[in-house]
């Protein structure tokens, strides 16, 4: 729990206290510049702010962490102290007979073993074998509780999020916002932003991908989810106005809300082709293709 010293707020965490201070009526009401200078005020020790190496000022980073102790990498570097645990370390790394950091020859022929093996194309640091044992690591991390992806990081993020939603004082929650932002983001959503945000989506179902694949032999620059008034189609081909639309039964069951949609891309001068749990053949798509084509 953070407590506002001037308004008296009480905010669930620092994120939705900073929000707060970052907000213009909020700037303006507590006679403020922003989050640091609400630091300098009211948490600033006398001590904070001078660089431990030279005695200079140093930056001012975040509201959770203050200033920084250091002005610069060299005081960074110079710090007594710091060097005490660095050279613990250095010698924990020269003893451990394993450690591929025992001489400078290895690792001036590691750098350059890995220089051109990354300039390698054919090699496997590039291919597509890496990239899936890279994602079966991340998944055994995740799996393991070890790692940046464990359980217990991602449940610290979420009941931050839902503290911030909870808490009153949020800028979030503010009047402001429920009434002007979120209205706004609606319209914009209604008047084709939607299918703006929908034509990034790069992880189509597999049996939309195994048609557009048929589709790409078969018609000229195809398109996967071809944004069009508020709305994407599945797989468009502008140059003929086809629009083919692959649809699970499991995701489209409002039958009323398909026919709208339809109709009204129908009026754009669209010709719909659909397929319902069924992928076609190379051939019945021809097929299909030329029946439309006659009714044209």
């Keep these: 729990m ?20 970052g907000h213009p009526k909020t700037k303006s009401s507590h006679n403020i510049s922003g989050t640091k200078d609400y630091y300098d005020r009211f948490i600033k020790s006398e001590t904070e702010g001078i660089c431990s190496g030279c ?40 003893l451990n007979s394993d450690s ?31 990239k899936k044992q890279q994602r079966k690591l991340i998944l055994k991390m995740k799996e393991d509780g070890t790692g940046p992806f464990t359980e217990k990081s991602l449940e610290k993020i979420s009941k931050k999020m839902k503290e911030l939603w909870e808490d009153p004082n949020c800028v979030w929650r503010s009047k402001e916002w429920l009434d002007k932002v979120i ?66 039964s499991y995701w489209h069951q409002d039958a009323e809300y398909d026919r709208k949609r339809q109709d009204e891309l129908e009026q754009e001068g669209w010709v719909f082709l659909r397929y319902i749990d069924e992928v076609p053949s190379k051939n019945d798509l021809i097929d299909d293709i030329l029946v439309i084509s006659k009714e044209i």
């Design 2 to 21: 953070v407590n506002c010293r001037i308004c008296g707020k009480d905010f669930k965490n620092s994120k939705s206290f900073t929000q707060h201070l």
């Design 55 to 94: 005695g200079k000022e140093t930056v001012y980073f975040s509201f959770d962490r203050g200033y920084l102790k250091y002005c610069s990498h060299i005081c960074y570097w110079s710090d007594p102290e710091y060097n005490k645990k660095r050279s613990k370390d250095n010698k924990k790394s020269w």
């Design 100 to 130: 591929g950091h025992n001489s400078r020859e290895c690792r001036k022929k590691m750098s350059e073993a890995a220089k051109r093996r990354w300039k390698d194309p054919n090699d496997f640091c590039n291919s597509s074998e890496r």
């Design 183 to 248: 209205p706004k983001r609606k319209a914009w959503m209604r008047n084709g932003g939607a299918a703006y945000i929908n034509s990034f989506n790069k992880s189509p179902s597999k049996p939309q991908v195994e048609l557009f694949n048929i589709i790409q032999k078969l018609c000229p620059y195809p398109v996967l989810n071809y944004p069009c008034l508020n709305y994407s189609i599945d797989i468009a081909v502008p140059k003929l106005s086809l629009a083919i639309e692959y649809d699970g």
